[in-house]
């Protein structure tokens, strides 16, 4: 599905804009954009501390407000004057990435035009992706004037196959450990035979298509993978995404895992009680597109990781993985 966003706007709407976007601010009970924080001291910079502390203002608005609010942003964005320190910021935010025109395209995109032209185009993409919370990823549309921004997660390790249908675009996702890693786990689903556990290894994932996560067979005691990077990597943050749509009852098959990290493989397969437990998530995850993060308050160093739900009888789906 595709969204088009204009953000061509006549500079006398844009201080109506922004003030209705205040409003909006003021009903979560935000302060106004005009009493900045300490660390906040010119109106850009205001909106990107506001939103990257609580996207979910937009998230959790009607969408013509927030079509209303992400317009006065971008406005906003354009026409006020960025200090350098600023923009390379912003710029930095985002890491280069090369991704198949044709995977893109399924993605689920919205699609910013011929946004206002106070910027150059590289900021001015990252800047509506930085604003916009549903937005992983950006490439510059079919004019140095467009901006094509995405929701699908990829991460900065990620190797595009297909080189020749490949485009440039920039993630906010990291680079983590899990795109070169080798995967053991327990047995797919007989009827998805697509949701395979090297799924989680290839560092992307389209959240439009469920095929794209791993998914156990059913009545399984205690479903597990395990990721060998190869050589011991250190790491403080692991990250498990569940399937953006589809059935909420398999979002709900993440709940009581374990992720345990040790140096050498087990003799056992499943058994992972040698491994050092890393962090555990009780569950169950409950929203469509739900990230559990578990950090470590302290970097940890091992080859070896394993998640592994500690429930018999079950089974267990999930989309994504990061280490890092």
Same mark, same amino acid.
Request: aromatic fraction near 8%.
């Given at each position: 599905?595709?969204?088009?966003?204009?953000?061509?706007?006549?500079?006398?709407? /844009? !201080?109506?804009?922004? !003030?209705?976007?205040?409003?909006?601010?003021?009903?979560?009970?935000?302060?106004?954009?005009?009493?900045?924080?300490?660390?906040?001291?010119?109106?850009?910079?205001?909106?990107?501390? /506001?939103?990257?502390?609580?996207?979910?203002?937009?998230?959790?608005?009607?969408?013509?407000?927030?079509?209303?609010?992400?317009?006065?942003?971008?406005?906003?964005?354009?026409?006020?004057?960025?200090?350098?320190?600023?923009?390379?910021?912003?710029?930095?935010?985002?890491?280069?990435?090369? /991704?198949?025109?044709?995977?893109?395209?399924?993605?689920?995109?919205?699609?910013?035009?011929?946004?206002?032209?106070?910027?150059?185009?590289?900021?001015?993409?990252?800047?509506?992706?930085?604003?916009?919370?549903?937005?992983?990823?950006?490439?510059?549309?079919?004019?140095?004037?467009?901006?094509?921004?995405s929701d699908m997660v990829v991460t900065s390790a990620y190797v595009e196959a297909d080189l020749a249908d490949a485009?440039?675009?920039?993630?906010?996702?990291?680079?983590?450990?899990?795109?070169?890693?080798?995967?053991?786990?327990?047995?797919?689903?007989?009827?998805?035979?697509?949701?395979?556990?090297?799924?989680?290894?290839?560092?992307?994932?389209?959240?439009?298509?469920?095929?794209?996560?791993?998914?156990?067979?059913?009545?399984?005691?205690?479903?597990?993978?395990?990721?060998?990077?190869?050589?011991? /990597?250190?790491?403080?943050?692991?990250?498990?995404?569940?399937?953006?749509?589809?059935?909420?009852?398999?979002?709900?098959?993440?709940?009581?895992?374990?992720?345990?990290?040790?140096?050498?493989?087990v003799p056992t397969p499943g058994d992972f009680s040698s491994y050092q437990l890393f962090g555990s998530f009780t569950?169950?995850?409950?929203?469509?597109?739900?990230?559990?993060?578990?950090?470590?308050?302290?970097?940890?160093?091992?080859?070896?990781?394993?998640?592994?739900?500690?429930?018999?009888?079950?089974?267990?789906?999930?989309?994504?993985?990061?280490?890092?």
């Amino acid at each position: 599905m595709t969204l088009v966003i204009s953000a061509v706007i006549d500079v006398d709407k /844009v !201080i109506p804009a922004v !003030i209705n976007f205040q409003k909006l601010l003021r009903l979560h009970r935000r302060r106004p954009l005009d009493q900045p924080s300490g660390r906040c001291s010119t109106f850009p910079s205001c909106l990107c501390e /506001v939103l990257h502390s609580r996207p979910d203002l937009l998230l959790r608005s009607p969408v013509s407000v927030m079509k209303v609010a992400l317009v006065a942003v971008l406005a906003a964005v354009a026409i006020q004057p960025w200090p350098p320190s600023l923009v390379a910021a912003t710029a930095n935010l985002f890491r280069r990435v090369e /991704v198949s025109k044709t995977r893109l395209a399924r993605s689920q995109n919205i699609e910013l035009g011929q946004l206002p032209s106070g910027l150059s185009g590289s900021v001015r993409c990252a800047a509506a992706c930085t604003v916009d919370p549903r937005c992983q990823m950006w490439c510059q549309g079919a004019s140095s004037e467009e901006c094509l921004v995405s929701d699908m997660v990829v991460t900065s390790a990620y190797v595009e196959a297909d080189l020749a249908d490949a485009t440039a675009c920039y993630t906010r996702r990291l680079k983590d450990f899990v795109v070169g890693a080798s995967i053991e786990g327990s047995p797919v689903h007989p009827n998805s035979p697509l949701r395979v556990k090297e799924n989680l290894i290839d560092g992307i994932f389209n959240r439009d298509n469920n095929d794209n996560c791993y998914r156990t067979d059913n009545n399984l005691n205690r479903p597990w993978f395990v990721l060998d990077f190869g050589t011991a /990597v250190t790491f403080r943050f692991v990250k498990l995404f569940a399937q953006a749509n589809g059935s909420l009852n398999m979002v709900k098959t993440i709940a009581d895992l374990e992720v345990r990290v040790g140096m050498a493989a087990v003799p056992t397969p499943g058994d992972f009680s040698s491994y050092q437990l890393f962090g555990s998530f009780t569950g169950p995850a409950v929203e469509f597109g739900q990230v559990i993060v578990l950090e470590s308050p302290a970097p940890v160093t091992s080859r070896f990781l394993s998640v592994q739900k500690m429930q018999d009888a079950e089974r267990l789906q999930l989309c994504h993985v990061e280490v890092y």
